[in-house]
């Protein structure tokens, strides 16, 4: 199975001592892997340092087999991402802000803006100003954003974050969408255990900055009713305080 992404004993410590450590952890071209953790465990600080906006202490990621240490560009080529709270330029529509992403590709029409818009259901706000979107429109703009350029490799930062339910529904039939026809891997973070176990095929537990197990969604729920379960007892088994 070709690798897509590849984590190796990655630490990123904070001033205050928190962070991440020894993050190994190899995901699969196809694969929808739910990083799961409570709040402060060290999800968005993971996805930080893979995507290169925070730099490692130690560790490797390698993207497509290309190190983001010292091949960056080459690395993050077909990523696309959303960490933390979507940002777009308020004074602009929905689709200027996509245009000006565009802009970057030289294969991004007015077409696949439409069609990014219309994935997410906000085709209707397309030439709505940003300042006036909701919490979950800026979500679904920020996911639009993330897929706009077709990429292999999608990282979502608690991305179902202030969607009502049909936009849950909504995220969760496109990812699995893109996973099943296009072959695209996707790394998301969430608290939210139940949809983690309806979305993803693989699931990893973090706590306080360790991955201290992963599997695949069905072994797991061959030993436990519910990913909830085995979420409770893989934190209490690892020292929950
Ligand atoms: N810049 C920083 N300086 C110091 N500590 C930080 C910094 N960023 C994060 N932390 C701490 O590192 C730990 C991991 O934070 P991180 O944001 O990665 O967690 P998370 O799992 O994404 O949390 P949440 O679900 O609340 O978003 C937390 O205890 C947080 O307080």
Redesign the pocket.
């Known amino acids: 199975m070709e690798v897509v992404l590849e984590i190796n004993e990655l630490n990123k410590i904070?001033?205050?001592g928190?962070?991440i450590r020894d993050i190994s952890l190899n995901i699969c071209r196809g694969d929808i892997f739910g990083l799961l953790?409570?709040?402060?465990?060290?999800?968005?600080?993971?996805m930080k340092v893979i995507t290169g906006l925070m730099k490692a202490d130690s560790g490797d990621v390698k993207i497509f087999g290309h190190s983001i240490n010292t091949q960056y560009e080459k690395a993050m080529k077909n990523v696309g991402c959303m960490i933390e709270t979507p940002e777009s330029y308020p004074y602009l529509t929905a689709y200027e802000n996509l245009k000006q992403i565009s802009r970057y590709y030289d294969y991004i029409d007015n077409i696949r803006i439409d069609e990014v818009l219309d994935i997410v259901g906000i085709l209707k706000y397309k030439n709505e100003k940003t300042k006036n979107f909701s919490l979950g429109m800026k979500q679904r703009l920020g996911i639009a954003t993330a897929i706009l350029s077709n990429p292999k490799l999608v990282i979502l930062d608690?991305p179902l974050n202030g969607l009502d339910v049909d936009g849950m529904v909504a995220m969760r039939n496109l990812i699995r969408k893109l996973s099943d026809e296009e072959g695209t891997t996707f790394l998301i973070?969430s608290?939210l255990i139940h949809d983690v176990e309806l979305t993803c095929n693989r699931v990893g537990v973090?706590f306080n900055?360790k991955l201290i197990n992963e599997d695949y969604t069905s072994n797991i729920l061959r030993d436990y009713s519910t990913l909830e379960n085995y979420f409770i007892s893989e934190v209490d088994s690892n020292g929950r305080t």
């Open positions: 904070y001033k205050n928190l962070g953790g409570a709040n402060g465990s060290g999800k968005t600080t993971v608690e973070s608290h973090i900055g």
